[in-house]
């Protein structure tokens, strides 16, 4: 399996422009968490999907951010009106209830200017 | 509500000496405990997980972590520094295996030769 595939690893936006993250889990996993790195606040916990069902948001910052996952290989992170304090590396991580291990993707790094 | 704190946001030795990263974990419920690593531009990487087996818990890398729950406490360490040892090692506590990570700051590990 090619691990949790992220798409793009970079991008550069201008402030007030939408951005779409993008993350394919791994192949059998039920389970799917989105999180931000930043420097001031680190690792954070976004949101969590269970069989492409939203659980837990409580972590997405505001309205401008929403998280969907039509299908069990695909979810998709978006930030409209984007800001320069969403600028952060965002990770995608899978994981299914027969591990006890969550597996990240490589992220995206977000730069918004 | 869990909460994770790792001493220490740099940590410095030779090559060849101890590691020692701290981490200590806050859980309202017998906790799951993880360390994970991360290289530069890199997602995050499993070194290795307590799930209420051995307390002594060896990962990769040599790297091994004993929970202590009397001192709420899964401190990482490694008999012996190589260079490639060089990343950030995040520790992180979770209500049930694997699920909805809460990480603790992190610990850069940097490693003089």
């Known amino acids: 399996d090619a691990g949790v595939i992220q798409s793009p690893r970079h991008e550069v936006t201008e402030m007030g422009q939408e951005v779409t993250l993008r993350c394919k889990p791994i192949s059998g996993h039920n389970s799917l968490f989105w999180y931000r790195q930043t420097m001031m606040r680190g690792l954070e916990l976004l949101i969590y999907?269970?069989?492409?069902?939203?659980?837990?948001d409580s972590g997405m910052p505001e309205d401008r951010f929403s998280a969907k996952m039509p299908n069990a290989s695909f979810s998709t992170l978006k930030i409209q009106p984007s800001e320069p304090r969403d600028s952060a590396v965002y990770f995608c991580?899978?994981?299914?209830?027969?591990?006890?291990?969550?597996?990240f993707g490589q992220g995206t790094r977000l730069t918004v200017v | 509500a869990q909460s994770v704190t790792q001493l220490g946001s740099h940590v410095s030795v030779s090559e060849g000496a101890l590691v020692l990263l701290r981490c200590n974990y806050s859980s309202s419920v017998p906790p799951y405990l993880f360390w994970y690593v991360q290289y530069p531009n890199q997602g995050l990487q499993l070194l290795l997980k307590?799930?209420?087996?051995?307390?002594l818990v060896k990962g990769i890398n040599g790297f091994e972590a004993e929970f202590k729950k009397s001192e709420t406490s899964f401190h990482l360490t490694k008999p012996s520094a190589h260079m490639s040892d060089a990343a950030e090692y995040f520790c992180?506590?979770?209500?049930?295996?694997?699920?909805?990570?809460?990480f603790g700051g992190g610990t850069r590990l940097m490693v003089k030769p």
């Open positions: 991580a899978s994981y299914n209830d027969r591990n006890t291990e969550a597996f």
């Open positions: 999907f269970n069989n492409n069902v939203p659980i837990d």
């Open positions: 307590y799930t209420s087996a051995a307390t």
């Open positions: 992180a506590v979770s209500p049930n295996a694997g699920n909805m990570l809460t």
